[in-house]
């Protein structure tokens, strides 16, 4: 089974348009720059196909690490129409709704792409883990996978299958990462570095109980530093026709993670 928990699933998602809403409001027009662990989480939910009263459990056994591939930096802003509520409209067929429709202004990110790691973090997961190797490698998926909102529609494809070679200090991280992890920055100027606050495990009645302020690099660079508790991973990358070896921080839900390969 240690073999088993030392294998990485890597594959990339990516499109036109993303919008990951921040947690501080139900309509807020700001993004993260990322999809949080939460939302990869639902994503592999969606492709495997489970059920979205049983995917938090499930996926909460799998650890989670994204890349920023490429530029991000380019975003727009567009208004989107959302029903109106306020006097129960659309919940009681009786009311007359008096203001329909109201627009808000959202940021959404364009053309983007992202990496995202995924291992078992715990010996449960290695069934799910292996399912989701499957499917992304045949190119399938249960549910349709979107960028944050249902209109923004993802394509996924498959890069490839590796293994964990070491986890300890890295010079630099190819991943998003958490800020406490970096203990001697190095500030370049081609760097573009944002702080982000984001949920990385959310209990099964959907409410996140555990943040991470984590640090990203919006040009698809690396972060530079001494960093702790960084993971490297080996995999030939199918996508690129090469072997790759990658430190990537993995975020995981399980308060008793099992860390091999150290």
Not at 27 to 32: E, I, R
Not at 49 to 60: A, V
Not at 200 to 216: G, N
């Amino acid at each position: 089974m240690k073999e088993e928990l030392q294998k990485v699933v890597v594959f990339d998602i990516y499109g036109r348009l993303a919008h990951f809403r921040r947690f501080s409001t139900t309509s807020s027009p700001l993004s993260f720059c990322f999809p949080p662990p939460t939302t990869v989480r639902g994503m592999i939910g969606a492709i495997v196909g489970i059920s979205k009263e049983e995917y938090i459990e499930e996926c909460n056994q799998l650890d989670i690490a994204v890349r920023i591939n490429g530029s991000i930096e380019k975003t727009i802003m567009m208004g989107l129409n959302y029903l109106d509520t306020k006097e129960g409209c659309y919940i009681d067929p009786t009311v007359v709704c008096k203001r329909g429709h109201t627009q808000i202004r959202i940021e959404f990110i364009k053309d983007p792409s992202y990496r995202i790691y995924v291992k078992a973090g715990s010996e449960k997961g290695v069934w799910l883990l292996n399912a989701l190797h499957n499917f992304v490698k045949n190119g399938q998926s249960r549910f349709t996978v979107s960028l944050g909102l249902a209109q923004l529609t993802a394509n996924i494809r498959y890069v490839g299958k590796g293994k964990m070679l070491r986890v300890g200090r890295v010079g630099s991280v190819d991943s998003v990462c958490p800020s406490r992890l970096i203990k001697t920055p190095r500030n370049k100027g081609d760097k573009k570095i944002v702080f982000e606050r984001v949920p990385s495990v959310m209990k099964s009645e959907r409410v996140p109980y555990k943040y991470e302020l984590t640090l990203a690099e919006i040009t698809g660079s690396t972060i530079e530093g001494l960093i702790d508790n960084i993971t490297t991973v080996e995999y030939y990358s199918e996508v690129e026709n090469k072997t790759n070896i990658d430190n990537v921080f993995f975020f995981t839900a399980q308060e008793n993670n099992v860390e091999v390969g150290v």
